[in-house]
């Protein structure tokens, strides 16, 4: 005769092998941990290393900037920066959906050029004491526009305080060409606010400074001087 504790544990057992089978049977992505992201879901953390726990400081020159241990500020001085054409333009983020045809548009025509961007004000600003190349280096200098928008000169003419404004927003890396270790990772907003800029006059002036910047101070310096990002 089964006793009152046997009863009871036959249907918790028949629930568990259930529910096992149930977690076998979904697809692979739904078992996996979420993705993790900040920035209202337009920075990826594993875009720049698949399941990397990446610590991201916030600076006065970039929102979200990472910087290896074992990156040293001498380093770019001694290797070549090797600079390859983006991928194609794929937006990612909470506001995807709100992104129309001129944004799009807008980002394929600045992303054809983004390679050419960053070899031309890393070789000025560090007036060729890094050598660069768009066919091979020791460290590879790449990214990807995740959102973009045109903007509304009107509004920004008219209403002003903010209203109207283009923006760009990217992620960039460099990773060391031999060993594939990650050295740098950066996420950044570049925002148009003025009547007298447009969102790709203003994300070229960003990238000049932020060349400028990188010499004068260091990657390494930067980060150490930054504020941890968790949002």
Same mark, same amino acid.
């Given at each position: 005769?089964? #006793? ?10 028949l629930?568990?092998l ?6 076998a049977?979904?697809?692979? /992505? ?7 992201? *900040?920035? !209202?879901?337009?920075?990826? +953390? ?6 990397a726990d990446?610590?991201?400081? /916030? ?5 979200y900037?990472? +910087?290896?241990d ?6 770019? #001085?001694?290797?070549?920066? %090797?600079?390859?054409?983006?991928? =194609? ?13 001129? =944004?799009? &548009? *807008? ?8 390679? $050419? %961007? ?10 060729g @004491?890094?050598?660069?190349s768009?066919? !091979?280096?020791?460290? #590879?200098?790449?990214? @990807? ?7 509304? $000169? ?16 990217? =992620?960039?890396?460099?990773? =060391?060409t ?16 003025? /009547?007298?800029?447009?969102? /790709?006059?203003?994300? &070229?002036?960003w990238?000049?400074? *932020? ?12 980060y150490?001087?930054?504020k941890? $990002?968790?949002?």
């Amino acid at each position: 005769m089964m #006793e009152a504790h046997d009863s009871i544990r036959v249907p918790t057992l028949l629930l568990v092998l259930a529910l096992a089978f149930v977690l076998a049977a979904l697809p692979a /992505e739904a078992k996996s941990k979420k993705k993790s992201t *900040l920035d !209202e879901g337009t920075l990826v +953390v594993d875009w720049f290393e698949e399941g990397a726990d990446l610590e991201f400081r /916030e600076t006065d020159r970039v929102d979200y900037l990472w +910087v290896s241990d074992s990156f040293s500020a001498k380093d770019l #001085e001694k290797r070549k920066l %090797y600079f390859p054409d983006w991928p =194609d333009v794929e937006f990612v983020g909470d506001d995807v959906d709100e992104r129309d045809s001129d =944004d799009v &548009s *807008l980002a394929r025509r600045m992303n054809r050029l983004m390679s $050419q %961007y960053f070899h031309d004000c890393f070789d000025i600003a560090w007036k060729g @004491r890094v050598p660069t190349s768009f066919d !091979e280096g020791d460290i #590879e200098v790449t990214g @990807r526009i995740v959102d973009c928008s045109t903007g509304n $000169q009107a509004a920004k003419m008219i209403v002003g305080f903010g209203a109207g404004s283009g923006f760009t927003v990217i =992620d960039l890396k460099m990773v =060391d060409t031999r060993t594939g270790e990650l050295l740098m990772a950066m996420h950044h907003s570049v925002v148009s606010g003025s /009547e007298m800029s447009t969102t /790709e006059s203003k994300f &070229s002036k960003w990238i000049g400074k *932020l060349t400028n910047d990188i010499d004068d101070d260091g990657l390494v310096s930067m980060y150490e001087d930054g504020k941890r $990002q968790k949002k």
